[in-house]
Nanobody, 121 residues
């Protein structure tokens, strides 16, 4: 069982920044594709970004390109999400995810518990 624990959520004003972290335990972290999703009440969970096991490849949803950056530190078993120029529409619960395969090709294997991000005008 792989456990993922997010941290770093909070409330910020539009234009501000937050850095989310996801600490993984169990399994072999460096073998997993990692990603971030977000979800608001009444809406489906939305893909935000993902990163390959080595960190060499990343992809982003159009809604966050140029503003969010995903990174990972395999020595620390962590994946991070730097969020800049936050907008009110970024308000959501953010979830860390781990997958044996590229994110989107198969179902997510493991989810974190989520962390709330609230962006005010």
């Amino acid at each position: 069982q792989v456990q993922l624990v997010e941290a770093g959520g909070g409330s910020v004003q539009a234009g501000g920044s937050l850095r989310l972290s996801c600490a993984a335990s169990g399994g072999t972290f460096s073998s997993y594709f990692m990603g971030w999703f977000r979800q608001t009440p009444g809406k489906e969970r939305e893909f935000i970004t993902s990163i390959s096991p080595s960190g060499g490849r990343t992809r982003y949803a159009d809604s966050v390109k140029g503003r969010f950056t995903i990174s990972r530190d395999n020595a620390l078993n962590t994946v991070n999400l730097q969020m800049n120029n936050l907008k009110p529409e970024d308000t959501a619960v953010y979830y860390c995810a781990a997958s044996f395969w590229p994110i989107g090709t198969m179902g997510i294997n493991y989810w974190g518990q989520g962390t709330q991000v609230t962006v005010s005008s």
